[in-house]
């Protein structure tokens, strides 16, 4: 039996015999060791957020002590002494620690399970028999007469499943929570509402009141537990308990949960945003301690880095609860923290790789592993990735070749036919899946919302990323398509006796092109067999069903050596790096337990293994528990519990274990699955775990349960043989792979065990696949033995696969299978409820009644347990921890509570008044300055609004005057150019008139004169000529024309002069509004620089000390555009300003000057522009573009100095500042009075 120690009570408390050693020891001599030895370092011991305690199998039992009854079931001390009487008797079969050669302690094994005769006869095999040597003598514990009237009372009449929940000290009464079990076994809460003998009544909480027995009643938990994150935590243990926590934290998508040492996982069946950067960053940072399998993964690193010591992370579960997206996840999280090599990429591409080869759809999962594997990742010195290695165990051939409906062969086949480019195609000959015998005999083709179109490219990256040549990619589909043709390979009966031919189809003939063979030597391989007989060798031919079992078993062999050939290649590759550290972490994928309703061979090696990695996994935990309770230095004594070593003998003994008998028969030629059957009835019905069935069944009783299994190709599957005819047909293949895989076989291949199997022609191949399970199995352990292990168990929630759903008959199967529940039933026996001296003290340290805070935190813990009267019994002081009986920490958290609540409530009425009396005072304070600053703001913005209002004035007055006289003058000097141009135009006019009037006037009055004396002389000689008279006529008519023209002439003039005088009119409108438009900016300009001036004079008076200016400007403060400010503005007359004008005032003074010469050169241009377009002075230029281009100067200089002007400003308030400062007084005093 394996044994480990749990504490046991006496008469006098732990505390007290820790203070008496400490009294001894402090009266010793110095010389004398310490009583109290310094805590060892423990490499084993993890730390409390992932601690691993194994569990116990169900029919545990403490030997040496009895079970704990309700406190009324005892009547008597005799009855007790009595049962404790009978109880010793079973002591007798318990067994010491028995001593190494080396002299470390070693665990006892049962008595009866393993002996020395049988170890040394070698009927019995055991990986860890090499660890240790034969057991010595077996000594005898019996107790002390001492020791049994001490002990409690005691009684065996408790109900079974009371112990089996571990719930001894459990005592019903009126109103306590408890989960009753209803007539249909499932569990409802609910609170009794009275007893009566056997029977409870019970209020459930959906308002149902049942009576139930009160064997069917267990405590619950308090509210304040639930959802708790570690199990151990519960104050109860129970079934329901248990389950109702999980099923609480799944409804939160809180989907991990510890169970002391050991991670539950709950498939979510959804995306949870529980991982990434962010995630792993925190963890690695340890800002978060939640359940994780990040946490797990740090754990084990910090502790490879810290110990040196290998770890190991183990991973179970049942088909389709998540262990290959936990085992990806852990290995990203390894890969976060070793990276930088590179290599941490190559082993995440890992993954996709075997999951594509390796992975299948079953009727529970859409990615099930049909085989295990073990990760084994190397770290340098540094904590680097520098190597991995890929061990595989168990792949399931017969997926190749047979399913059941609705599976789905291995998703590479449908990755390959859906996804391969068309050149790969052609040179394959590839075809639908549906066109495949192989692929389409389940009726799954597809899998809902995969693409295996994209995952054959994300493959084919894979490939190149551990660094798999092109051309070797190649081979490794052409072998694939291989065993695609080789399934529409069809026979046809052609006699009497069964004998087959070939059908004629393409699916031979591309299968032997694939494989590099011809075609006649494939169909001979497939129809006949060679039969050596002396030194002949018979050709026989083959039935159809052999022919059929021929063809399978080769393509069921080529895909085996595929795999295992492509795993070797990427372990090659990922060898590149690795450096022999000694450090490593190995992740273990391995299949969970199964129990189907028809379960074969591959059922049996699955729960074979299993039986294995829960004893590792009992070892480990009460290795534990044991170091955890001696570091501590508490009181144990040994308990005693059957484990599986029996179950494992039934598989493992010799000659008459199941995969011995196995062997044995698959040896003989005539060997049926039915005659194995009666072989395992016959010699083994009397072991306890085997159960002899009607036909072809047997059942084995497992640590989970009793699993009925059915020999049906048991017989076949074990031998997995493949004839040497095929092996000789891959050898004499041109491809490279077929002749690799057949050497391979050839060299793992040994001298025959009978003679018979020689005859039978399958001399390739000598070892049975149980044998070479078990052989890796014992591998396993031995290297998972030289580790420490962390354990993470999957549960599947339910089994449609939907996110949400929880069955919780399904879930509690899974937990029994798992152990988990196991691991909580051994925490009950023991103190699952630990706290360190310190966190005890802190916690609970202010209940105390005396004040005891400057003491060290052990005394502090001695006085809180005192004063609440915790039963010695009930409690364990170690050498750093406290250690209770579960549901003890209850009384002390419900006191804490309710002193918090009032501590809470007073704290809650005090800091509001405070608060309240602190808000009025800041209110009060807040408004007597607020209401002193805004008079003061007030008082300041008012004075300054009088003088800028004053200042306004001024310069109102002198712009208006400026305007006015601008205005005249421009006005009188227009009327007068107008007037002097009309008046010389029509002086011009009048005397050209009057003079052109004269002469003809004067020609006239000759002519009259004359023309007398020439008629009375022309009357005397001649008569007057007609043509003369024609001619004067004639120019009196043309005078008179052009008389008439010079009035027309003249009225156009006149039109001219309307149309200019109108143009002109306009002209003046214009000016005038461009003048106001000036007006206003000059204005602005002066006022912002008044304010300057202002603003100047302000700061220069308070650097003289000088008395207060008064509100008036000089001439040159108030210069203004062609004009200068009067000595008097508004009736006060100015005053000389006190002392030398400074550096400042000439700044400013520059800038004024500047001001009126730019306004002086900008009236004198539009002054020109003005006489040029109304003609008063000439000019080759165009009036209207001169006054627009004068209009865009004017705006450029405005905005340019307006910006130097702000720029002055601010550069005279920095210069101000710092002498303003020293003479100004504090705003909260009095104003300065200042002149006006």
């Known amino acids: ?307 040196e010591v290998n770890q190991s992370i183990i991973i179970s579960g049942e088909s389709g609860a998540g262990k290959t997206e936990t085992a990806k996840i852990a290995m990203q999280y390894l890969a976060a923290l070793g990276g930088g090599s590179g290599v941490e990429y190559e082993v995440l591409q890992t993954n996709e790789i075997l999951e594509a080869f390796g992975n299948a759809k079953t009727s529970r999962n859409d990615n099930s592993s049909r085989f295990g594997k073990l990760i084994e990742i190397h770290f340098g010195n540094t904590g680097k990735i520098c190597g991995a290695k890929i061990q595989t165990f168990l792949l399931e051939k017969s997926r190749v070749v047979q399913r059941a409906k609705g599976e789905r062969s291995y998703h590479i086949f449908y990755q390959l036919c859906a996804g391969a480019p068309p050149s790969l195609r052609e040179r394959l000959n590839l075809k639908l899946a549906s066109d495949y015998e192989y692929l389409r005999q389940s009726d799954c083709l597809t899998i809902d919302e995969v693409d295996d179109a994209q995952r054959f490219r994300m493959l084919t990256e894979a490939l190149n990323t551990v660094q798999i040549c092109k051309e070797d990619q190649d081979n490794v589909f052409s072998m694939l398509a291989a065993v695609l043709w080789l399934g529409n390979v069809s026979f046809k009966v052609i006699d009497n006796e069964n004998h087959v031919d070939f059908v004629t189809n393409e699916g031979i003939n591309n299968a032997a092109t694939l494989m590099g063979c011809s075609a006649e030597d494939l169909k001979l391989v497939l129809s006949t067999r060679k039969i050596r007989a002396g030194n002949d060798n018979i050709v026989q031919k083959l039935t159809l069903s052999q022919a059929i079992d021929t063809r399978d078993a080769l393509a069921k062999s080529i895909y085996a050596s595929l795999f295992d050939w492509l795993v070797e290649q990427i372990n090659k590759s990922l060898e590149v790096g690795k450096r022999r550290t000694g450090r490593s972490i190995s992740i273990l994928d391995i299949y969970g337990f199964e129990s189907f309703h028809k379960n074969s061979f591959e059922q049996f090696c699955i729960n074979y293994a299993n039986e294995r990695l829960q004893q590792h996994f009992n070892r480990h935990l009460f290795k534990l528990e044991q170091e955890e309770y001696t570091q501590d230095g508490i009181d144990w004594t040994k308990v005693d519990f059957e484990d599986n070593q029996e179950c494992l003998n039934l598989f493992e003994k010799k000659p008459l274990g199941l995969l011995s008998l196995l062997d044995e028969e698959s040896t003989f030629p005539n060997g049926t699955d039915l005659t194995f059957a009666n072989k395992l009835r016959q010699h083994l019905n009397s072991n306890p775990c085997f159960k002899g069935e009607r036909g072809r069944a047997f059942c084995v009783c497992h640590y989970a349960g009793e699993v009925l299994y059915d020999t049906t190709g048991f017989l076949e599957k074990n031998r997995d043989l493949l004839h040497c005819d095929s092996i000789q047909l891959l050898s ?331 143009r002109w009119s306009e002209y003046e409108t214009r000016m005038r509004s461009m003048e106001e438009t000036w007006q206003k900016q000059m204005t602005s300009l002066q006022m912002s620089l008044a304010a300057a001036k202002r603003s100047l004079a302000a700061d220069d008076a308070v650097r003289l000390d000088a008395s207060p200016l008064a509100h008036s400007y000089d001439s040159e403060e108030s210069t203004s555009i062609g004009t200068r400010t009067p000595d008097y503005i508004g009736g006060t007359p100015s005053k000389p300003t006190v002392g030398r004008p400074s550096e400042a005032t000439v700044v400013v003074g520059r800038m004024a000057k500047e001001f009126d010469q730019r306004a002086q050169v900008f009236n004198d241009d539009a002054g020109f522009i003005v006489e040029v377009k109304s003609g008063h002075s000439e000019a080759s230029l165009n009036p209207e573009d001169e006054l627009r281009k004068l209009k865009l100067r004017f705006e450029g200089w405005k905005k340019d100095y307006k910006v130097r002007l702000r720029e002055t400003k601010a550069t005279l308030h920095k210069l101000g500042d710092s002498n303003v400062e020293k003479s100004k007084k504090k705003w909260w005093g009095k104003r300065t009075t200042r002149g006006t």
């Open 1 to 307: 039996m394996v044994s480990t120690m749990v504490p046991c009570s006496g008469t006098r408390s732990s505390l007290e015999e820790m203070l008496d050693s400490i009294k001894k020891r402090d009266e010793r001599s110095k010389d004398t060791p310490p009583a109290l030895p310094v805590r060892p370092t423990s490499k084993a011991r993890l730390p409390s957020s992932i601690q691993t305690r194994r569990s116990l199998p169900i029919n545990f039992k403490i030997a040496d002590a009895p079970d704990y009854l309700p406190c009324d079931a005892v009547k008597d001390i005799s009855s007790a002494k009595k049962l404790r009487s009978e109880e010793r008797e079973k002591v007798s079969d318990l067994v010491l620690p028995s001593k190494l050669s080396n002299g470390d302690e070693v665990e006892s094994e049962p008595k009866g399970k393993i002996d020395n005769s049988l170890i040394e006869q070698g009927t019995v095999e055991s990986p860890y028999i090499r660890n240790r040597e034969r057991w010595k003598s077996i000594e005898r514990l019996v107790e002390s007469d001492e020791l049994e009237e001490t002990s409690e009372p005691l009684a065996s009449s408790v109900p079974k499943e009371f112990r089996w929940n571990g719930e001894d000290g459990f005592v019903l009464k009126k109103k306590l929570r408890v989960w009753c079990q209803l007539p249909d076994g499932q569990w409802e809460s609910g609170k009794i509402q009275s007893i009566s003998g056997e029977d409870a009544v019970v209020l459930l909480s959906d308002g149902r009141v049942v009576k139930v027995q009160t064997d069917n009643v267990l405590p619950a938990n308090p509210d304040i537990l639930e959802g708790v994150d570690d199990l151990i935590q519960l104050s109860y243990l129970n079934e329901p308990s248990v389950l109702h926590n999980l099923q609480y934290r799944y409804s939160k998508d809180m989907i991990y949960t510890k169970a002391g040492p050991v991670l539950v996982a709950i498939n979510p069946f959804k995306e949870v945003p529980f991982y990434g950067n962010k995630f792993i960053g925190s963890y690695r940072r340890k800002l978060m301690d939640d359940p994780h399998v990040y946490a797990i993964a740090d754990t084990a690193f910090n502790e490879m880095m810290r110990d």
């Open 732 to 1062: 004499s293949c041109n491809c490279q792979l077929p002749q690799k895989f057949a050497s391979t076989m050839l060299n793992h291949s040994q001298k025959l065990v009978s003679p018979l199997w020689r005859h039978g022609g399958a001399d390739s191949q000598k070892q049975s696949v149980g044998t070479k399970f078990k052989g890796q199995l014992f591998k396993l352990m031995q290297r998972l033995e030289n580790t420490t292990p962390h354990f993470i168990r999957c549960i599947k929630p339910n089994s449609k696969q939907l996110p949400g759903a929880y069955e919780k008959d399904l879930v509690l199967q899974q937990l029994r299978c798992c152990g988990v529940l196991e691991v909580v039933r051994i925490s009950r026996s023991g103190y699952p409820t630990r706290m360190t001296h310190h966190h005890f003290a802190r916690r609970y340290g202010f209940l105390l009644s005396e004040n005891v805070t400057s003491q060290d935190p052990l005394s502090v813990s001695v006085a809180i347990l005192q004063q609440f009267n915790i039963l010695p019994d009930m409690y364990q002081v170690g050498y750093t921890k406290l250690f209770f009986r579960t549901g003890q920490i209850g009384a002390l958290e419900d006191t804490r509570n309710r002193t918090l609540q009032g501590i809470l409530g007073v704290q809650k009425c005090f800091r509001g008044r405070q608060a309240r009396r602190h808000f009025q005072e800041l209110k009060n304070g807040v408004a007597f300055l607020q209401s002193y600053v805004r008079g003061e703001r007030a008082r300041k913005e008012f004075e300054l609004l009088i003088r800028r209002h004053r200042a306004v004035i001024a310069i109102q007055r002198q712009i208006k005057r400026w305007i006015t006289r601008k205005r005249y003058n421009d006005g009188l000097r227009a009327t007068i150019f107008v007037q002097s141009f009309v008046r010389g135009w029509l002086a011009r006019r009048d005397y050209t008139i009057m003079r052109e009037f004269g002469e003809a006037n004067v020609q006239h009055a000759d002519g009259q004169l004359q023309a007398p004396k020439r008629i009375l002389e022309k009357k005397d000689s001649v008569s007057v000529k007609p043509s003369a008279l024609a001619e004067l006529q004639r120019r009196i008519l043309k005078a008179e024309a052009a008389l008439r023209n010079k009035e027309e002439d003249n009225l156009v003039l006149n039109q001219q002069l309307q149309q200019y005088e109108k």
